[in-house]
């Protein structure tokens, strides 16, 4: 068995990356998320998102744990747990 074979293995056991995956998702924020500030991401999966809060008035506070409801473009919709 080769190093590609191995390799090929491991890949086929994560799922690919598509929004079903990620939608439901739990997250934490890394820098406040504001819609009117215009800011706000997210790390979930080991990877840093841009987001934002699925109500404007909404304000999350790093070290917040959010859940993922959405994705719009490339940036997550997020609601308090």
Request: aromatic share 6%; hydrophobic share 35%.
């Amino acid at each position: 068995m080769g190093i590609f074979s191995l390799l090929g293995k491991k890949g086929s056991q994560e799922k690919p990356f598509t929004p079903e995956n990620i939608i439901g998702k739990k997250c934490v924020v890394t820098e406040t998320v504001d819609n009117y500030a215009g800011c706000g991401q997210v790390r979930v999966n080991g990877q840093g998102w841009s987001a934002r809060a699925a109500r404007d008035e909404e304000v999350f506070d790093v070290g917040e744990t959010l859940s993922i409801v959405a994705i719009e473009g490339v940036r997550l919709v997020c609601v308090k747990n």
